[in-house]
């Protein structure tokens, strides 16, 4: 008589599920950080562009200008053929007429803020300097999420990181005399006005964690930054003449046209696939602070280094430093983990 | 049609049970004694499948991200930025901006390859 084996148990399912979670929430974050090139080199772009003909006839007209007639028509046209070849603009689709697409309009709102913010602060300040601020938007989004979620990020390396963005954006800000356009108060408003932003895209990074709970990440996506193109023109058009003059010169002139399919494209590739497949996965915290981070950390390096801006190694310095510091905010030591688990 | 769309088809932006955050393992259907069900497996082709598409979206849109720089190298045109702009320099940054963003999805083909 012989005895059969038993073949050994593969993992339950929900054990199964549990690792897939994992895995799925570290791919999260390496998009987070690989779309983070993309929009350095489209808002880093844009941050140099805002200052030159025609946009610089009349401010913050220009820097209106720059993103209802550039960043945002361009980025939703390569966002649609993202959508139509990888077809997702079903989801799109479905969710045209919902009660949920409030919340895209919501967020739309939001997003249209923020980046009507960065290239105001952009004009003023420079994307070498409003670049890195910009990026801290990912934390403001984990803080509101953390709360909200009732996540435990209050941790001895959370705060440790915090002190690290802290004491790098310090060290940015010493760079501005360098690479910031303006001086006096014209600095300090850029600053301030940058620091809405990061409040208004915060709360878009939370809100981008709450909606794709409910709704695919690109499909979402699409609606959000269609509207931020009806909002913006609409807006733009009925609030400001100048803009009529610049709409004509901008759209008449096929370099900057030109320009504004490099902007809107890699702002497209960075929303897709850092910013909203980025916290979809990610969450709003590890996504967000890195989505930020990184993203923002390329437009100051972009501009210095190939964009013609003067070089500061207090950018430079400073945004290794951040890095660190969403490092840290972003891992979980192995003591704290074994706890949770516990 | 996304990853979170495919595991419930029947509805249309259903809420889900979970937040991100805070990562609980989602439902999933009953194992039996025979191995996965036949919906997981069809779960899990047409993760695959979005994934390919995924890629293919991005190559298209990497596509029209370089060919404007392409063009802004050729005419010249990166001279009105200034002075210290770097022309050549444009269309390297693009090419490395795609190869980091078609470099993200490969690592998610060959990481989650289970799926």
Redesign the interface.
């Known amino acids: 008589m012989t005895a059969t084996t038993p073949a050994a148990p593969g993992p339950?399912?929900?054990e199964r599920?549990?690792a897939?979670?994992g895995?799925?929430?570290?791919?999260g974050m390496?998009?987070a950080?690989?779309?983070?090139?993309?929009l350095?080199?489209a808002l880093g772009?844009l941050s140099?562009?805002v200052t030159?003909p025609p946009f610089n006839l009349e401010q913050p007209t220009g820097a209106f200008a720059i993103v209802a007639l550039l960043q945002v028509p361009f980025g939703v046209l390569?966002i649609a053929?993202?959508?139509?070849?990888?077809?997702?603009w079903?989801?799109a689709y479905?969710?045209f007429g919902?009660p949920?697409s409030w919340w895209t309009l919501f967020v739309a709102v939001g997003g249209f803020v923020g980046d009507l913010c960065y290239a105001v602060a952009a004009a003023l300040i420079g994307g070498a300097l409003a670049g890195p601020i910009g990026g801290l938007f990912g934390v403001v989004g984990a803080i509101i999420?953390?709360i909200l979620?009732r996540?435990k990020i209050l941790r001895w390396s959370t705060l440790i990181g915090l002190a690290g963005l802290g004491i790098g954006i310090w060290v940015v800000l010493s760079g501005g005399k360098v690479v910031s356009p303006t001086h006096g108060i014209y600095e300090f408003v850029g600053i301030l006005v940058i620091v809405g932003a990061v409040l208004t895209w915060g709360f878009e990074n939370f809100a981008i964690?709450?909606g794709?709970?409910?709704?695919?990440?690109?499909?979402f996506l699409w609606w959000r930054a269609f509207l931020e193109l009806i909002i913006a023109n609409a807006l733009m058009f009925a609030l400001f003449p100048v803009a009529r003059t610049m709409a004509g010169r901008v759209w008449s002139d096929p370099?900057l046209i030109?320009?504004g399919?490099?902007i809107g494209?890699?702002w497209?590739?960075w929303m897709?696939?850092g910013y909203y497949i980025g916290?979809?996965y990610?969450?709003?915290?590890r996504g967000g602070v890195l989505a930020g981070t990184f993203g923002f950390f390329f437009i100051a390096f972009?501009s210095i280094?190939?964009?013609?801006?003067?070089f500061s190694s207090a950018v430079i310095i400073g945004s290794v430093v951040m890095f660190v510091g969403a490092a840290l905010i972003v891992s979980e030591p192995k003591g704290y983990l074994a706890r949770k688990r516990a | 049609m996304s990853e979170q769309a495919s595991s419930r088809p029947q509805n249309r932006a259903a809420p889900a049970a979970s937040s991100k955050t805070t990562r609980t393992a989602p439902a999933q259907p009953p194992a039996s004694a025979t191995g996965p069900e036949p919906s997981v497996d069809r779960y899990l082709a047409t993760v695959r499948q979005f994934k390919l598409r995924r890629l293919y979206g991005l190559l298209v849109l990497s596509g029209m991200l370089l060919v404007p720089l392409i063009v802004i190298y050729a005419k010249g045109w990166w001279r009105l930025t200034g002075t210290g702009s770097v022309g050549s320099g444009w269309v390297f940054v693009g090419i490395g901006v795609v190869i980091a963003a078609v470099g993200a999805v490969a690592v998610d083909l060959v990481y989650r390859k289970e799926l």
């Open positions: 339950s399912l929900p599920s549990r897939a979670d895995k799925k929430t570290r791919v390496v998009y950080m690989l779309a983070g090139p993309a350095g080199l772009l140099v562009l030159k390569g053929v993202f959508a139509l070849v990888s077809g997702t079903r989801d479905r969710l919902h949920v999420s953390g979620y996540e964690a709450a794709t709970d409910l709704m695919p990440a690109e499909g370099k030109t320009f399919a490099v494209f890699g497209a590739i897709i696939m916290i979809a990610a969450g709003a915290v972009f280094t190939v964009y013609g801006v003067p």
